[in-house]
């Protein structure tokens, strides 16, 4: 059920409906709260989900928390170098952004850089998505 909450949740973000958004994000991350275990990684999903509307909202330290969450959860589940946390990585990065925390933002960028690059190669364009970014940022330095 938590999956169908999800999925409702994706198609509502994308037709620019976030409060109907997040009422289906938070519905799925309550019935994956209430079934252990507690740090799956679908529980990282759900709040990268709730992180996605917020940052969408501006609402850049809210967003911070769920994805602080989110990288607690799959730092536990995946290796060091899983792709899934570049992504991770990127968000806090973009979030710390919106926040002028940009000495934070420029080591995760580069934490997704260094993943990026061990996971995909130099020539991949995940890695290069997220050099331009991590440029971005230093410059705001």
Do not use: M, W
Not at 24 to 32: P, S
């Amino acid at each position: 059920i938590a999956t169908h909450y999800n999925n409702i949740g994706l198609v509502l973000k994308q037709q620019d409906k976030y409060d109907e958004a997040l009422k289906n994000y938070e519905r799925a991350l309550e019935i994956k709260l209430a079934h252990p275990p507690p740090r799956h990684p679908s529980l990282a999903t759900a709040y990268s989900n709730i992180s996605g509307i917020c940052q969408s909202r501006k609402d850049y330290s809210k967003a911070l928390s769920f994805l602080e969450k989110t990288l607690e959860i799959k730092q536990k589940s995946f290796p060091p170098n899983h792709p899934s946390l570049i992504a991770t990585h990127r968000n806090i990065a973009t979030a710390l952004d919106g926040l002028h925390q940009f000495e934070e933002a420029v080591q995760h960028a580069q934490y997704a850089v260094d993943i990026a690059r061990r996971a995909f190669g130099t020539d991949h364009s995940e890695v290069k998505d997220n050099q331009e970014y991590l440029d971005e940022l230093r410059q705001k330095l």
